[in-house]
């Protein structure tokens, strides 16, 4: 074999591995999402534990009425762009749970993205789960008791 | 002779697979960076987008009203929005010390109705210059197969100041 022939071959072999290489990372993700997660099972499962959780929280009264007052004022500044209602909002030592209801399902589907940025001074991850029908629940998750 | 011919051919071929793994290597890392144009996100109250030679715009904000920008972004295999090596990036351009930046990345389920959102995160004490806003591993090892996206929230304090942004990154691994 030429030098320039076992280069062209060396070539090749590097980029095969190359190729390999970049498919690993992945592969990796892949395989891991796959077997943790079945999307419409994981999101459904996780968000009503999440709501367990929450709900069987102790209530530290201080941060739960501020908490409570400065999310319903929130939300409700909101509802009427929104089109929604504030049916309830919970808040125990470090996570808040609202509960939501449209008119419609169609008003629901127009307007429940815009809460994504509905409640931005407060340092709390918010995760929202419309059922089937026209109520949402949205589930504030603030990690640790601030004053705001 | 022969066995010498071909120990050099060999030192050839491992030379240049060598050459061409460093190569790949280093090209695949700097393509982990994904830039993201302003014409893949949505506009409530922005004033005017400017396109910049670049293909970033800046986004002039109405000093009464502010602006809310709500940018899509793609993620795929090859930079994945999941995964905690993930990095959403928002840069930006405070012109006075009065403006407040926010950004908060999410997800939007793909196969029920939700989202789940970080966080929210500022600019920081008000001042002027740039600014980066980073979410490093914002869904951690959920939520790969969602759709990620960034609502970022730009306000001003009073007229007179103007405040931009340049651009969004997702890096991966």
Redesign the interface.
Known sequence: ???A???????L???V??AL??RL??RR??A??AA??D??RT??AA?AALLARVASEPIAPAWSARMTDLVTRGLESEAPRGRFRVARVDCRSTACIATLEWRSRTDA?AS??A???AL???????????DAATT?TLVLACDEQRRF | MRLRARATGFAWFVASALFVVALGLGVRAWAATRFFQYYTCNFDKAVGVDPQPSGLGTINVDPKKGALVHCPIVSDDAIPHAGPNAEITVFGHDQGPLAEVSAVACVTFASSTGFFCTKPKSSGAAFTGEYAITFKGPFAKKYAKDFPFVDVTLNMANEGNTTSLRGLTLSGP
């Open positions: 074999l030429s030098r022939g076992a280069a062209v071959l060396g070539v072999a590097g980029g591995a190359v290489l970049s990372p992945a993700a892949g891991g999402s943790a997660e999307p419409d999101h459904a968000h589907l429940y993205g809460l994504a940025h931005p001074d407060l340092p709390c991850t918010s995760e929202l789960m419309l949402a």
